[in-house]
């Protein structure tokens, strides 16, 4: 019992840090549906931005954090409006190797700013919140900030795209770019925003990654981008809610597959969860079912 | 006529393509122009992930090998002289056959190999063929010499290439030194292995760890393993040892996944005995790493930057003047890369003008017979199978810094 238990909290822990950054993805894929690929390495710019703060100025984690976002922010618009704005009438496909160069280009220009050496990323939410059990089972302080960060932002990311103007212009958008424009919505600016907010996201996901898993290197973002990409898939793509779902039961998944049958099978097996799951529900656990309109 | 101006753009286009393709990715750096005795240079070629995530062993080789032929072509102003080149290969076998080739192309007469291991099992496949003589720095895995058997099956899946030497360890001597000195050092009574099962070094290493525990009698109680994809998360690998109550972990694989290992092992509350491979040198120079984490940590290793003696001092001296950061254990066995080389052409009489066939057949001749002192041991020696014997330095991590054992 106390072998689930820890395995159960070590899955959520491991859940919500491919939660938080799902959200961004699934955020960004919903209003502009496109797969930003290099979502992922701008979680690493955004780490490194915290890292340099707080390791080299000797800056407060908090204003890291702020820092980070506030790089990672200008970072999403700059690469939206050189990257991806071009390619606004270009098929899908375009958009998508475009994305993929583009997490090439921050890969390596972080590598040539940077180095290639491995950094200790400060741990700032070290310790345990919860003790159990004479200390067999341990709560880190580090799972639970990720786990409220998750709710938060999942909660505050459903309020403005629900309630808010600008979020009710990046919904129209999302539906119809040129109804939305016949609306008098400026859609570049709608979408730009979306990057902003997206990135921004990325920014606090680098840095909660980062307090859980703290080796930072160019190509940190790279494998974490892929796992949330697959839990925004798994719990519907463009779903907010989706996002934070499917992040925590990947999580869960990974580490009960690794712990109850085999290390070595670990991640076949949430593949294979991911791949029944999608030939059951192809849109994803919470997906909206969208019916192509002739 | 819009067709036609279309494709007079495109092929414009296209063949720009061409030439900017060339010439990108590469360091090359020019022996200083011999004066006088008008001697050539050798040209010495390498290839290693300059780029990319493995970049740290590419370009910590190539800076110990810049460093030896700089000190090299200073000190021998009449003799022979040095060109080195390295190419980049970014840890794909795929790239690094087309890096070696740009260097035949260039005229590299030898080869210090790849610096890694899968591409170093491609890479020497080509340079067999050729009969350019390799020696790779650290791609250490035995596919890279190939005639090895494999300690599973019995059986040599790849023939020997006779022109193929290392300058590392080859994996399994790791793996059985490691169980032979946890055995006669008494260690461990319950010994678990976490290993990364995508890795070459790794496996190597825990295969012939698990072949020598085996007839040794160690007794490990857990053996997990993880990759590429899962080396952020080591809670399942950690409670499956934990719960096994191994009292020594058996680490054979790079620091940084270790350095996550050390960390997590210490938020859990576990504390065993850890025992690493060469791999984990460089831990203690992970920056921002908490140094506390690593103490008591064992390992064997080849090198180690704070070594008392001359060469050493002198290396790390000049390695931290020029890239500021303290050279690994990739970085010092290229440099004695280098100057075995040297010494053989040297031994040898070859001349720059020689070509690529006559100067492998006279350096396999050479290395098979010579005996070498350098940075990473005295008195190396190799053999027909072109892995080297020097014995591996037994450290341990106290108050920050490497320890000899015995």
Do not use: Q, Y
């Given at each position: 019992m106390v072998i689930f238990l820890s395995r159960l909290i070590n899955g959520i822990s491991l859940g919500s840090v491919y939660a938080i950054i799902a959200l961004g993805y699934t955020m960004v894929y919903g209003i502009a549906?496109?797969?930003?690929?290099a979502h992922g390495d701008v979680i690493m710019v955004g780490a490194y931005v915290c890292f340099f703060a707080v390791a080299n100025y000797s800056l407060p984690p908090l204003v890291g954090v702020l820092l980070a976002m506030v790089v990672c922010t200008v970072l999403g618009i700059v690469i939206e409006r050189l990257a991806y704005k071009p390619l606004r009438q270009a098929p899908s496909l375009a958009v998508l190797i475009t994305a993929i160069g583009v997490s090439y280009f921050l890969q390596n220009g972080a590598q040539l700013l940077w180095g290639s050496n491995n950094k200790m990323f400060p741990v700032f939410l070290n310790g345990d919140a919860l003790s159990l059990m004479d200390g067999e089972l341990r709560v880190s302080v580090a799972t639970v900030v990720n786990v409220v960060a998750c709710v938060a932002i999942m909660l505050v990311l459903s309020w403005f795209t629900g309630k808010t103007k600008m979020g009710k212009a990046m919904r129209a958008c999302s539906e119809d770019k040129g109804a939305a424009q016949l609306m008098g919505i400026n859609v570049d600016t709608t979408i730009s925003m979306t990057f902003a907010i997206g990135s921004a996201l990325a920014a606090v996901a680098g840095v909660l990654y980062m307090s859980s898993y703290p080796i930072l290197v160019p190509t940190t973002g790279s494998m974490p981008g892929i796992k949330a990409f697959t839990a925004a898939v798994f719990g519907g793509i463009g779903s907010i809610p989706g996002a934070l779902l499917g992040g925590l039961l990947l999580g869960v998944i990974e580490i009960f597959a690794g712990g109850y049958i085999s290390t070595q099978l670990q991640n076949a097996i949430v593949f294979a969860v991911l791949i029944v799951v999608l030939l059951v529900k192809p849109s994803g656990l919470l997906g909206k079912q969208i019916r192509e309109k002739v | 006529m819009k067709k036609r101006i279309f494709a007079l753009t495109m092929a414009a286009v296209m063949t720009v393509g061409l030439l900017s393709g060339c010439g990108g990715g590469a360091t090359e750096t020019k022996a200083?122009?011999?004066?006088?005795?008008g001697a050539a240079a050798i040209k010495i070629g390498g290839v290693g992930p300059l780029t990319g995530g493995a970049a740290i062993y590419g370009n910590a080789a190539a800076r110990g090998a810049e460093i030896a032929k700089d000190e090299i072509n200073a000190a021998n102003p009449d003799g022979l002289q040095i060109e080195l080149r390295y190419e980049d290969d970014a840890h794909d076998a795929e790239k690094s056959v087309n890096a070696y080739n740009t260097l035949k192309g260039w005229g590299m007469q030898v080869f210090l190999g790849s610096v890694t291991s899968t591409p170093g099992v491609a890479t020497s496949v080509e340079a067999n063929n050729d009969h350019v003589f390799y020696l790779t720095p650290s791609a250490s895995s035995t596919d890279v010499l190939g005639g090895v058997a494999n300690p599973l099956t019995g059986t040599v899946d790849i023939q020997r290439k006779d022109n193929v030497f290392q300058m590392c360890f080859v994996d399994p001597n790791q793996g059985s030194a490691s169980a032979q000195y946890i055995t006669d050092q008494n260690l461990g009574s319950k010994i678990a292995v976490i290993y990364k099962n995508d890795d070459v070094y790794s496996t190597g290493v825990y295969n012939s760890f698990d072949a020598k525990a085996k007839e040794l009698g160690l007794n490990v109680v857990s053996v997990t393993t993880f990759t590429e994809d899962t080396k952020t998360d080591f809670s399942v690998q950690l409670s499956d040892a934990k719960n096994a109550g191994a009292d020594l972990v058996f680490l054979p694989m790079y620091y940084d996944a270790a350095a996550l290992i050390f960390t997590q092992a210490n938020a859990m509350g576990y504390a065993p005995k850890w025992f690493g491979i060469d791999g984990m040198d460089g831990i203690l120079g992970v920056e921002g790493f908490d140094t506390s984490l690593a103490e008591g940590v064992m390992l064997l290793t080849p090198f180690n930057a704070d070594a008392e003696d001359e060469a050493t001092k002198n290396f790390v001296k000049t390695y931290q003047d020029k890239y500021s950061e303290v050279p690994n254990q990739f970085a010092a066995d290229a440099y004695d890369c280098v100057y075995a080389i040297y010494e053989a052409l040297n031994k040898a009489g070859?001349?720059?003008?020689?070509?690529a066939g006559d100067i492998c057949d006279k350096l396999m001749s050479e290395f098979t017979s010579m005996t070498f002192n350098g940075l990473t041991g005295e008195g190396m020696t190799w053999d027909d199978t072109g892995a080297v014997t020097k014995s591996p330095k037994g450290m341990v991590i106290q108050n920050g810094a490497y320890v000899g054992m015995d």
């Open positions: 549906k496109m797969l930003n690929f | 200083p122009s011999p004066e006088g005795n070859i001349t720059a003008d020689m070509s």
